[in-house]
């Protein structure tokens, strides 16, 4: 949670999330073979299309390992954990 603040302060607008930890027993984690990053650490952001990259290049600087993408309409949707093994994906 503390680097996300910091994401957040050196971004320097407000953040959307749209998901953050989810309990094991959650639909979406229930449906899983394993557990999720969200039964451990992880957040799903809502930005601009325009903010987007930013948002991007600060996570990586920052050192989060899971960063996932979606695209949807005017805005994207990134999901941001630190997982063991850096992984980079869109959903």
């Not at 996300?4 to 930890?21: C, D, H, I, M, N």
Request: proline fraction near 4%; aromatic fraction near 8%.
């Amino acid at each position: 949670m503390d680097t996300v603040q910091f994401l957040r302060e050196q971004y320097g607008k407000p953040l959307g999330v749209t998901s953050a930890y989810r309990c094991p027993k959650h639909p979406i984690e229930s449906e899983k073979d394993s557990l999720g990053q969200h039964t451990i650490a992880a957040i799903d952001l809502r930005v601009s299309r325009s903010d987007a990259h930013e948002v991007l290049r600060l996570a990586f600087q920052l050192g989060f390992t899971g960063i996932g993408v979606n695209q949807k309409g005017g805005h994207r949707f990134i999901h941001l954990d630190e997982r063991e093994k850096p992984n980079v994906w869109s959903y």
